[in-house]
């Protein structure tokens, strides 16, 4: 107070706080990341000035690199800090690096009654403080906006309207991923292109050629300019392009038939295979076009005629004459693709997944398989529920390293387009189909629904597992050998109950607790013998 002032107009002194009051939750708008040999926090700091030295007397906040610049720490008093209007906090600060042209040689405090948490932020860009130090009268009207408009990103009144901002960008944003995306080619200047006399790329004396189509294939498009993507689009649906039809016709004639009309799917060229029936594929592809581009339709043509409905099984005489089926005379009979014999299995079982779309399938692959993948290195990380018994459309694989079991089964990569799969027979398959903990757990599950079919005796359950898995009723002595193998291996397992216990453990699928385990083993075992059948795995 001044020496003049009134003794009566003194304020009252304020009562002194004795015990030490902590601070907490220290952060600062720049930490030093310079040199710090030994520091043991990295780097130099702010939760430092809190330690009480624990960590040595030498460590605490720098700022070397932001030196000369507004830098500033925020510290939060306890939650139980004593609260009183009329109490003086006295604060220390101890500084005890043993450079003085390293310590804080001017600064201010300042106290807020902000909500917690209390954070330092890296403080205003520089073009806001620059705007700052302009008088406010001087300021025009674009600096009064840029200013209003980034005080509305730090004003704690708006802090509720840019919460709502955020949550309704974040929506945005996850609508926006859910949008499919494809490659589009970003229009340039097309290239000058020559007909290059005796191939020499050097020799520019050459006619200039434009976009076309093969004179062979069809006359001159007449559009005005240059010809460009879309016109190739639109000739290729076009009807003076009959090619397409016939090609995508072709294509799904092999599904339902085994073969194309024309063998060779991937060049229906001179290259190609003549057709066996011309006519045929002409009329379907005629069809196909006038119907729109109906697949649906297409389809239900194929598969309602009477050549699609014939039976896989040719009479002695119609196997003579026509033994590769190249007039249509039976129907075809072939191994299923890779990913559908793995769905046969789990459809049989009870275990198959059949929704669409969403999460790639994960099912068991052998440790150590992604061992030579590179660039990152990667293991394999096997799903749990659903993701275990997805269709095989939905089984994750690298592009060079194709998921075994699929591989196996004649699967091909991803390096490159087929347009026909090829087809083979080895016993690494039959072992892929008794080994393949898919399809151990598929067959163990298998041999739950043949105890729980409702039939009393062995024959009974066997004759209801091939129908239920093959279609037909047991032939010759099937159920004999099936009989013969249970027993076999009931023996076996009631004799080693931990032989048991190892082959029911194989997979995730619940057992429930009331079965009798010896026996869900015996019948896994005839469960794995009837899946590992051939006609099992072979469409009929």
């Known amino acids: 107070k001044d020496a003049t002032t009134n003794e009566s107009n003194k304020e009252p002194p304020k009562e002194s706080i004795d015990e030490s009051i902590p601070l907490q939750n220290a952060t600062a708008t720049y930490e030093q990341v310079g040199a710090a040999d030994g520091n043991p926090y990295g780097k130099w700091a702010i939760a430092a000035a809190l330690d009480h030295d624990a960590k040595g007397p030498t460590w605490g906040w720098g700022i070397m690199e932001q030196a000369g610049k507004t830098n500033y720490a925020v510290f939060e008093m306890a939650p139980n800090a004593p609260q009183s209007n009329n109490r003086q906090l006295k604060l220390v600060l101890k500084q005890n690096l043993d450079n003085v042209k390293h310590t804080i040689g001017r600064f201010r405090i300042a106290t807020t009654n902000t909500p917690r948490p209390v954070v330092a932020s890296s403080g205003s860009p520089i073009e806001i403080e620059s705007l700052l130090k302009i008088a406010k009268a001087e300021r025009n009207e674009a600096q009064k906006e ?22 309704l960008t974040k929506d945005l944003d996850n609508e926006d991923k859910k949008v ?10 097309p ?3 020559r007909v290059l006399s005796r191939g020499n790329w050097m020799d520019e004396s050459g006619e200039v050629v434009e976009p076309s189509i093969p004179s062979v294939l069809g006359k001159r498009l007449e559009v005005s300019g ?26 799904i004639w092999k599904l339902f038939f085994g073969v194309g009309l024309s063998r060779k799917l991937d060049d229906l060229g001179a290259q190609g295979d003549w057709p066996s029936h011309p006519e045929l594929l002409d009329s379907l592809a005629f069809e196909f076009m006038n119907s729109g581009w109906d697949i649906k339709r297409l389809v239900k043509t194929m598969v309602m005629s009477e050549t699609y409905q014939q039976s896989s099984q040719p009479s002695d005489r119609v196997a ?37 779309g969403n999460n790639n399938g994960r099912p068991f ?49 991803r390096e490159e387009c087929t347009a026909e799969r090829t087809r083979s027979n080895t016993p690494l398959q039959a072992l892929v189909l008794l080994n393949d903990p898919i399809y151990v757990e598929s067959a163990r599950a298998f041999a739950q629904r043949i105890l729980t079919c409702g039939k009393a005796t062995d024959d009974e359950r066997v004759e209801w597992a091939i129908r239920d898995s093959l279609c037909r009723k047991v032939a010759g002595n099937e159920s004999q050998l099936l009989v013969s193998l249970l027993e076999k291996h009931r023996a076996q397992y009631s004799a080693d109950i931990a032989s048991a216990d190892r082959l029911l453990s194989v997979g995730s699928y619940p057992i429930p607790p009331e079965m009798n385990r010896t026996e869900l083993a015996a019948w896994t075992s005839v469960a794995r013998a009837i899946l590992n059948l051939h006609e099992t795995i072979t469409r009929n």
């Open 365 to 413: 692959q052998p440790k150590g398989y992604w061992d030579y993948l590179n660039f990152p290195k990667r293991e394999w990380q096997m799903g749990v529920g659903e993701q275990l018994y997805r269709r095989g459309l939905y089984t994750h694989w690298q592009r060079q390293y194709l998921h075994p079991s699929l591989l196996a089964f004649d699967a091909p990569g």
């Open 146 to 167: 840029q200013l209003a408009k980034y005080y509305r990103t730090i004003a704690p009144t708006l802090q509720a309207e840019r919460d709502q901002l955020e949550r």
């Open 191 to 193: 290239r000058l292109i």
């Open 180 to 189: 499919p995306r494809t490659l589009i080619t970003k229009r340039v200047e």
């Open 226 to 251: 240059r010809l460009t993507r879309m016109d190739l689009a639109n000739w290729i649906v076009s009807r003076d392009n009959p090619l397409t039809a016939r090609v995508t016709v072709n294509r």
């Open 320 to 356: 003579e004459k026509d033994p590769y089926n190249k007039w249509l005379s039976h129907q075809g009979r072939w191994r299923l693709d890779a990913e559908f014999v793995r769905d046969n299995a789990m459809a049989i079982s009870g275990l198959l997944v059949q929704s669409v």
